[in-house]
């Protein structure tokens, strides 16, 4: 079945700063990508879908790059602030499925 | 954002007690999944609904849990025998077209 390994578990930057969360998947007909935050406390919210045939999204203050061929998925935040101090989630599911397989997760910290 | 509900927010339990909790699906979402998180890391898949259908769960809710969607707006996951080990959040997520949105969740704590 699909693998998603997440990297890295935790991570530290200072408010300003950039960020970025990685995720690699297994399965080569992976077709919907998602990431989800969580906040201390909270539930899971979904910050971006992502389909197959997509390789950049934007949304506020971060971009999402899906790399096909080397089955990579990333989150980039820009300029980060207190408010994107939370746990990121990446999740693949294949077409047509609605198994959906999740990361470990990735606990970011914005340090002032 | 959709809205799933869950009931109730918190539990507390004793070991050998029973627990039971309760996910409203978002209006029209066909699929509904459950997961266990502890202490905010990774979710850990418990069971799968399609149409108010088990498709696929893991050994410990065939063993020791009991899950069922007897309507199409409501799901509810029961454990027959608490543990302190099942002390966690348990979050109910349902979805259609491959995106699933996830409850607030109910925090379980087996004393």
Redesign the interface.
């Known amino acids: 079945g699909e693998q998603v390994e997440q990297r890295p578990p935790h991570l530290s930057v200072r408010e300003g700063d950039s960020a970025v969360i990685t995720c690699t998947y297994t399965d080569p007909n992976s077709?919907?990508f998602?990431w989800?935050k969580?906040e201390?406390g909270?539930?899971?919210?979904?910050l971006m879908?992502v389909f197959s045939s997509t390789e950049i999204n934007e949304g506020q203050g971060f971009t999402v790059l899906l790399n096909k061929k080397d089955k990579r998925l990333s989150l980039n935040l820009t300029a980060a602030h207190p408010g994107d101090s939370a746990?990121y989630?990446c999740?693949v599911?294949p077409?047509g499925?609605?198994?959906?397989t999740?990361?470990?997760?990735t606990?970011l910290t914005i340090k002032p | 954002?959709a809205a799933v509900t869950q009931k109730p927010r918190y539990l507390i339990k004793m070991k050998g007690q029973e627990a039971e909790m309760k996910c409203i699906p978002e209006k029209g979402h066909t699929?509904v999944?459950w997961y266990q998180q502890k202490q905010?890391?990774?979710?850990k898949?418990l069971i799968?609904f399609?149409n108010q259908q088990p498709l696929?769960q893991i050994d410990m809710v065939k063993e020791r849990f009991s899950a069922v969607c007897p309507s199409s707006s409501l799901c509810s996951l029961g454990i027959r025998t608490c543990e302190a080990e099942d002390s966690a959040l348990y979050?109910c997520?349902s979805?259609?077209q491959?995106?699933?949105?996830?409850?607030?969740?109910t925090r379980l704590s087996v004393l």
């Open positions: 077709y919907y998602f989800y969580q201390p909270a539930s899971l919210q979904l879908k746990a989630f999740a599911s077409y499925n609605e198994k959906i999740f990361g470990a997760g606990k | 954002d699929a999944f905010s890391k990774e979710l898949f799968y399609q696929d979050l997520s979805g259609q491959n995106t699933l949105y996830f409850g607030a969740g």
